[in-house]
């Protein structure tokens, strides 16, 4: 049989590729039959990039790189020939079995250069996982299955055709005999669907295709765990608006119906992977729209992004009193403000498929923010994952205007990229009203370099902590006497407060890494204190601390724990079971020495002697970050213990406004970033006394 030539559409740099036969050759070997076919190269888990992979094994020959366009272009095109043997399948009987394929398909590379050198892979191409049995093309009601890139992690396996079933006997449903079906098919041309079909919430896979359906009730919406719906070949005019409440669909088959317009609706699909309109009397724009290459996700965030946003503002956070303040002595009373606001490089479709693009620009989101930020009046403001260019250009100038200073510092990569990326590169800053505090000192905590300095031989110390470019900062303010009032004066030695912001690792997978940094962070805070008391001629312990951070880590986590009730076992489930115990002793305030030299934590376990208290009770706040995969407290505000007492906080954001809005997850075109603020008012009584406040602990370097 002659090898049938065919012309790549696309190739998509996200995660996968497709390609799309554009010439007749196929309808020869398909007895001219009306079939549009769309292949995906069968590839599953491969842990080296594809494009490698393909050259390796010999099925992908490279060709000439074309040159790239324009002077000052750096972008180049490779091209390849993919040869791949198909297995054709129509109507479930298999047509042209063996038909070589020769596809030629261009990467563009945006590495800036031209021709990969020996050992360099392509850049940004993977290949789509599919099941292995799972027919190349199958023709049913008409439809055309295209896979288009989602932003679900999960894997979706979907329907199998071949699917066997077995009808259990009445022995036994007798003996007790269980069963699980999670798919259900109607057949029989039936012209409505009873209302009993939508108790069965337990349903992941519906087949009612080929019926006389004229209208879909949109009580469809009641099946949540929906992710394959075939509505394939009935006499649908219309679809319910509700149909966009099921985000867990991955297939939507709506071929051959009699579909004029469709539900803008439809775009809040976003884990949907493939979609089927062939057959519909659809307006050519629309159509136009969805036959282009990757049509379908192209037409979802068109409808999504012209979707009607209700006017209806976020209602108000209230505030949660916890105790008046104290009027018999003279105490500062001051807020502290602690909001991770989404840096622009991470608020992507891919990670935020459910926000509209332009909900996701900067240019929209960064009015937003400030106002957040402005409304809540903080006299402290600590901010995570500002980049450096915003916070020069829009949140510095800004809030200059309004009495605040503040430092900032960038992740440690900065260093490493070039001038035009590092504007680009995010990091922590805290900001503080200079009518109520003066700046004494500031510091920069690169977690990284603390990693290497404390190392002591420890591989998975260099591994796993040191690689992570995460960054703390702190401030050392000064508080001005007339912030006191009280019944009393306010007290003659000057009073300071060390403030600490950081941004810990992100991956659930280095639990490790977050808890490591965290106790860093003590640590370094410690010795910048002890530094301050000696420059200022007072006591350390005298000065308290306010630390707010992005943990990334839950309530019941070792981090978490470890702050709050001042250690942590050495052997905590956190730390993977990996051999950090020689360096970890570094900073903990209860190592001692042992008859070798070394020294090691005492009882067992890695403490500190900070006495910190979170300013939110976990009935408090529900959650700090919300998005549709997690939602959860990973947000704090701690305080010293002893020396300040928090009066009161922002409440959370109403849930059932949330859910009455059918909110996914944030950002939302009403929710700038994915994270809520977290607001505490503080209060400061002195004259303090000599507790001990976790800054006599020994660093060892």
């Not at 000439?64 to 272009?73: M, T, V, W």
């Not at 200079?434 to 690169?446: G, R």
Request: with cysteine; charged share 20%.
């Amino acid at each position: 049989m002659a090898p049938i030539e065919g012309e790549v559409s696309r190739v998509q740099l996200f995660d996968r590729y497709e390609y799309t036969i554009r010439r007749d050759d196929f309808r020869k070997h398909l007895r001219n039959r009306d079939v549009e076919i769309s292949h995906h190269l069968v590839l599953e888990d491969l842990d080296i990039n594809p494009v490698r992979f393909l050259q390796q094994t010999g099925l992908l020959v490279p060709g000439r790189p074309e040159p790239a366009l324009g002077s000052e272009s750096k972008q180049a095109t490779q091209r390849f020939t993919l040869h791949v043997q198909l297995e054709v399948n129509v109507d479930g009987l298999v047509r042209g079995r063996g038909v070589q394929l020769l596809v030629e398909f261009e990467v563009e590379d945006r590495s800036g250069g031209g021709e990969h050198g020996p050992g360099v892979e392509p850049p940004h191409v993977d290949i789509v996982h599919r099941h292995p049995r799972r027919p190349l093309v199958r023709r049913s009601g008409g439809l055309v299955r295209t896979r288009t890139p989602g932003m679900p992690k999960d894997k979706y396996e979907p329907p199998d055709p071949r699917r066997c079933y077995s009808i259990m006997s009445a022995e036994d449903a007798a003996s007790g005999k269980r069963s699980y079906w999670a798919e259900l098919e109607i057949s029989g041309r039936v012209r409505s669907l009873s209302s009993s079909l939508w108790s069965l919430t337990h349903l992941t896979a519906l087949h009612i295709n080929d019926n006389n359906l004229s209208r879909l009730p949109p009580e469809i919406s009641k099946l949540p765990h929906l992710a394959y719906l075939n509505l394939s070949s009935n006499k649908l005019r219309s679809l319910p608006a509700e149909l966009g409440n099921m985000v867990s669909l991955r297939e939507l088959l709506l071929n051959n119906n009699l579909l004029r317009v469709l539900p803008y609706e439809l775009g809040r699909l976003f884990q949907l992977q493939t979609l089927g309109l062939k057959g519909n009397p659809l307006s050519q724009d629309i159509l136009n729209l969805y036959q282009e290459p990757d049509g379908t996700r192209k037409l979802l965030n068109y409808m999504l992004d012209n979707l009607a946003v209700h006017p209806e503002q976020l209602p108000q956070r209230p505030w949660i009193t916890l105790k008046e303040r104290d009027q018999s002595v003279p105490t500062a009373v001051f807020t502290v403000m602690c909001y991770n606001v989404l840096c622009e490089k991470y608020a992507t479709r891919q990670l935020y498929g459910y926000c509209p693009s332009w909900a996701l620009s900067w240019s929209y989101r960064r009015k937003g923010i400030m106002e957040e930020i402005t409304s809540c009046h903080a006299d402290i403001i600590s901010l995570q994952e500002v980049e450096t260019e915003q916070y020069y250009t829009l949140f510095l100038d800004t809030l200059k205007e309004q009495g605040y200073d503040g430092y900032f510092c960038p992740k440690s990569r900065a260093k490493l990229v070039s001038e035009p990326e590092r504007k680009h590169v995010d990091g922590c800053a805290v900001f503080f009203k200079t009518q109520k505090f003066t700046l004494v000192q500031k510091h920069t905590v690169e977690f990284n370099q603390v990693a290497m300095a404390n190392s002591e031989g420890s591989e998975v110390m260099l591994n796993r902590v040191m690689t992570k470019d995460n960054i703390g900062v702190a401030v050392l303010l000064e508080v001005n006497k007339d912030m006191f009032s009280g019944g009393m004066k306010a007290p003659p030695e000057r009073q300071m407060i060390l403030v600490a912001n950081a941004h810990m690792h992100w991956d659930p997978e280095y639990s490790d890494v977050k808890l490591i940094q965290t106790m860093m962070f003590l640590s370094e805070l410690k010795s910048i204190a002890e530094c301050a008391a000696t420059s200022l001629t007072s006591d350390p312990a005298t000065i308290p601390i306010v630390l707010c951070a992005d943990l990334n880590s839950l309530p019941d986590s070792g981090v978490v724990e470890y702050l709050s009730s001042g250690g942590v076992a050495e052997n905590h489930k956190d730390f993977k079971e990996l051999r950090y115990t020689d360096c970890l002793t570094n900073f903990s305030c209860n190592a001692k020495s042992t008859p070798n030299g070394k020294r090691s934590p005492a009882d067992g376990s890695i403490t500190h002697s900070f006495q910190l208290k979170s300013a939110y009770d976990c009935s408090l706040m529900p959650f700090t970050n919300y998005t549709y995969d997690f939602k959860g407290v990973i947000d704090y505000i701690f305080s010293s213990r002893t020396h300040l007492t928090t009066l009161g906080v922002l409440g959370p954001l109403d849930t059932q406004w949330l859910q009455d809005n059918s909110i996914l997850g944030c950002p939302h075109p009403h929710i700038p970033s994915d994270h809520f603020s977290l607001l505490a008012q503080l209060q400061l009584a002195p004259p303090l006394t000599h507790t001990p406040n976790g800054l006599h602990m020994p660093v060892h370097r």
